[in-house]
């Protein structure tokens, strides 16, 4: 099992970017498949995840609105489409597959991750 996180790189404040998540060695799907993000300094978040049978989208309340989880079975790759980015969000993205996927307090609860992709820094900036 092998994921493989990118498309990170730098953009202005209020632009978009789109994240890749291209899985190996499993089906999507088998897990569900969380994103993560960790800034300098700052703990590791849950940013959002996608169900592995019916493709249930669940999104942390920092991003909701702004962030899309999306997946292509076929090329086995899970995307997060980021708009109207703001400084805060950024940080190092990380995805990894998750045993559990769903709502909490935070917007998103996504939990048991056993599998990790390499992070993409995304960095937001004028």
């Known amino acids: 099992v092998q994921l493989q996180a990118s498309g990170g790189g730098l953009v202005q404040p209020g632009g978009s970017l789109r994240l890749s998540c291209a899985a190996s060695?499993?089906?999507?799907?088998?897990?569900?498949i969380g994103w993560f993000r960790q800034a300098p300094g700052k703990e590791r978040e849950g940013v959002g995840c996608?169900?592995?049978?019916?493709?249930?989208?669940f999104y942390a309340n920092s991003v909701k609105g702004r962030f899309t989880i999306s997946r292509d079975n076929a090329k086995k790759t899970v995307y997060l489409e980021m708009n109207s980015l703001k400084p805060e969000d950024t940080a190092v993205y990380y995805c990894?597959?998750?045993?559990?996927?769903?709502?909490?307090?935070?917007?998103?609860?996504?939990?048991?991750?056993?599998?990790w992709g390499k992070g993409t820094q995304v960095t937001v900036s004028s």
């Open positions: 990894a597959t998750a045993r559990l996927c769903g709502t909490s307090d935070s917007g998103v609860g996504v939990y048991g991750m056993d599998h």
């Open positions: 060695g499993f089906s999507l799907s088998d897990y569900h």
């Open positions: 996608i169900s592995s049978i019916h493709g249930s989208t």
